[in-house]
C-alpha cells in the first residue's frame, strides 16, 4: 500500500487541477478586460489587474513580496529555520505554507484560490501544465537573480514604482561600498574572494549563485581556481585546500550540526589551510548562510552587504542603510542570522554545469 501512496497523490492532484473552473485558467490574449499581461520564462501570461492572492513558489519571490509590501495567501518552507527564516517571519505571520519549494504541495495551492502563482523555470518546469491550470503562473528563469525576481514580482503585482525605489537604493548601497573598500584598501583592491560552505563530508567552494552575482557586482575577484567551474566545486580531500587560495574568504557554516563544526575544525587545522592568503592574513569571515545564499531576494542582498560592511569595517554614508521588510500595513521585521543546508555528493573535485546546488 505504502509504495502506491504518490502515485494516488500525483493522481488526486491531477484530478482536482482538472475540476478546477474554466475562471482559473488563464485567459487568451484577446479577452483581457481588466486582464494584463505579463511576459516571463513561462511565456506571456494575462493575470489580473491587480491580483491579491498570490502564491510564492520560491524563497526569492517570497522576499521580494515582502520587500514591495505584499503578504502572499502561501508561501513553500525554508530551507532552514523551518518553517520560514526568521527575518521574514513578522511578516509573514499566519500565511499558509504549501510544501518545499522543489516540491510544493498542488492539492494545498489549489484550495488558496490564488489569482497569481509565482514560480521558476529552474525548479517548476515539470508541474508547469498543472500550476496554469490552479491559476495564472508567471516566472524567473533562475532561483538566485534577485533583481529579475524583484521586476517580475513588481510588474505582475503593479508596484513598479516601490520596486524602482528598492533597486536605487541597492545601486546607491552599492556605489559607496565600493568607493569605501577601494579607499580603505588602495593597491590591495580588487580582491579575490572565495565563498566556502562547510558540510559533514566535504567543502563547497561557490563561484556563481546568489553570493557570487554580488560580490562580482562589488568588483570582487574570483580565485583562479574556480573559473569556467559551473557553480563551483566539491572537495573532499584536504589535499585540495589549495583550490580554496584567496585574498579573503567568507565561510559558511551550521553551527548546530556537530558533525559539520568537526569537520571545519579538522580543515581548518591542517597545514595547507595554515598557508593560504586569507588565513595568513586574517581575512576568513563566517558569515550568514540565509543572507548569503539562501535567502534570494533583495532583502536577503541587503543583509548580505551590512555583512560585507561590518567586516571591513565600513560605515554606510547617510541614507546608504539597508531597507527592512515591510507588510501591507507597513509595519516591519528585524533581520536574524541562521546557517543552510543543502543535499551533495562525495566526489573528491566535482564539477557542476547549473545553480541547483549553490541555490540549494
Not at 20 to 43: C, H, K, Q, W, Y
Not at 80 to 86: A, D, F, I
Not at 140 to 158: H, P, Q, W, Y
Amino acid at each position: 500500500m505504502k509504495t502506491r501512496a504518490p502515485t494516488r497523490r500525483r493522481w488526486l492532484t491531477v484530478l482536482l487541477v482538472s475540476l478546477m473552473p474554466l475562471g482559473s485558467i488563464p485567459l487568451a490574449a484577446n479577452d483581457t478586460d481588466g486582464m494584463r499581461i505579463v511576459p516571463s520564462e513561462f511565456g506571456d501570461t494575462v493575470i489580473p489587474a491587480t491580483p491579491q492572492r498570490i502564491v510564492t513558489l520560491y524563497q526569492g519571490a517570497t522576499d521580494s513580496a515582502v520587500a514591495l509590501g505584499i503578504t502572499p495567501v502561501g508561501v513553500v518552507d525554508s530551507w532552514l529555520e523551518k518553517p520560514m527564516y526568521r527575518y521574514l517571519r513578522d511578516a509573514l505571520a499566519g500565511v499558509e505554507h504549501v510544501g518545499l519549494e522543489t516540491q510544493p504541495n498542488l492539492e494545498k495551492v489549489a484550495w488558496l484560490d490564488p489569482d497569481l502563482i509565482v514560480a521558476t523555470r529552474f525548479r517548476h518546469e515539470r508541474v508547469r501544465p498543472l500550476l496554469e491550470k490552479i491559476a495564472p503562473t508567471v516566472a524567473t528563469g533562475t532561483v538566485f537573480d534577485f533583481k529579475a525576481t524583484l521586476a517580475l514580482m513588481a510588474e505582475a503585482t503593479g508596484r513598479e514604482s516601490r520596486a524602482r525605489e528598492l533597486l536605487q537604493d541597492w545601486n546607491d548601497r552599492m556605489a559607496d561600498f565600493r568607493h569605501g573598500i577601494a579607499d580603505q584598501l588602495g593597491d590591495g583592491w580588487p580582491q579575490k574572494a572565495a565563498v566556502v560552505r562547510f558540510k559533514s563530508d566535504h567543502v563547497r567552494i561557490y563561484s556563481t549563485g546568489f553570493a557570487g552575482s554580488i560580490l562580482n557586482e562589488l568588483g570582487f575577484e574570483q580565485p583562479d581556481s574556480v573559473h569556467d567551474q559551473g557553480w563551483g566545486m566539491k572537495l573532499t580531500s584536504e589535499e585540495n585546500i589549495p583550490v580554496m587560495n584567496a585574498d579573503v574568504i567568507f565561510v559558511l557554516l551550521e553551527p548546530d550540526d556537530p558533525a559539520i563544526a568537526q569537520n571545519y575544525r579538522h580543515w581548518t587545522s591542517h597545514p595547507l589551510w595554515q598557508r593560504l592568503d586569507a588565513v595568513q592574513n586574517e581575512r576568513v569571515f563566517e558569515v550568514d548562510a540565509v543572507n548569503w545564499i539562501m535567502g534570494g531576494g533583495i532583502l536577503a542582498a541587503n543583509a548580505m552587504l551590512d555583512d560585507l560592511y561590518a567586516h571591513y569595517g565600513l560605515a554606510p554614508h547617510r541614507g546608504h542603510t539597508a531597507p527592512m521588510p515591510e507588510t501591507q500595513a507597513g509595519t516591519t521585521s528585524s533581520h536574524a542570522t541562521s546557517a543552510a543546508s543543502c543535499a551533495g555528493d562525495t566526489a573528491a573535485v566535482s564539477h557542476a554545469r547549473d545553480e541547483g546546488p549553490a541555490a540549494c
